[in-house]
């Protein structure tokens, strides 16, 4: 499956998607993305065991808060968009 970062997010972690194998949930995938890109990775996004309350994590343009959250379940093919806070003024 693919994930795609936007915004700061993609310039923190130098690119703009990877692609994941064996992810069942969204937990998993980002478990997995933890693993691959570390601390960076963490901070931008959770806060404890729980996704940032202004990070948007969407499968297939789904807001995964409006699905099953973390619990979410995955198939091959699906995609992943992780958009991080984004301050304007």
Known sequence: ??????????DLLGTNSVELNCADTVGDAVLALIER????????????????????????????????GLETELSDGDCISIFPPVAGG
């Open 37 to 68: 890109f570390g601390e960076v990775f963490r901070d931008a996004v959770m806060e404890g065991d729980k996704v940032k309350e202004m990070v948007k994590i969407l499968v297939n343009g789904r807001d995964v808060r409006e699905l099953r």
């Open 1 to 10: 499956m693919r994930v795609e970062f936007f915004a700061t997010l993609r």
